[in-house]
């Protein structure tokens, strides 16, 4: 059974940090480049990060440069997004996804990030 398991969200104040987590599981990892997408209320969802299977290459939104990593432990098939600077616009449910151009892409159930004083 294909998993995958986002945790590290929660209530955070602006200019803080936080580290999501993604592991996953029932699928040969190393094959997938991993993203992180977010999704605010009332928007659209949104490209994140992402990180090749070896974790050689990575990118980003512009409106996350500079303040959010991501990288990946593929010893341990878990996805990282390393966020700082928090910001109230970063307010949104994060999602990784399991992404490739000749398999079955997969989703995780989001976690909640919200940044308030």
């Known amino acids: 059974q294909v998993q995958l398991v986002e945790s590290g969200g929660g209530l955070v104040q602006p200019g803080g940090s936080l580290r999501l987590s993604c592991a996953a599981s029932?699928?040969?990892?190393?094959?997938?480049?991993m993203r992180w997408y977010r999704q605010a209320p009332g928007k659209e969802h949104e490209f994140v990060a992402t990180?090749?299977?070896?974790?050689?290459?990575?990118n980003y939104a512009d409106s996350v440069k500079g303040r959010f990593t991501i990288s990946r432990d593929n010893s341990k098939n878990t996805v990282y997004l390393q966020m700082t600077s928090l910001k109230p616009d970063d307010t949104a449910v994060y999602y990784c996804?399991?992404?490739?151009?000749?398999?079955?892409?997969?989703w995780g159930q989001g976690t909640q990030v919200t940044v308030s004083s």
């Open positions: 996804k399991a992404h490739s151009m000749i398999k079955k892409n997969y």
């Open positions: 029932g699928f040969y990892f190393r094959d997938y480049i």
């Open positions: 990180i090749g299977s070896a974790g050689d290459m990575t």
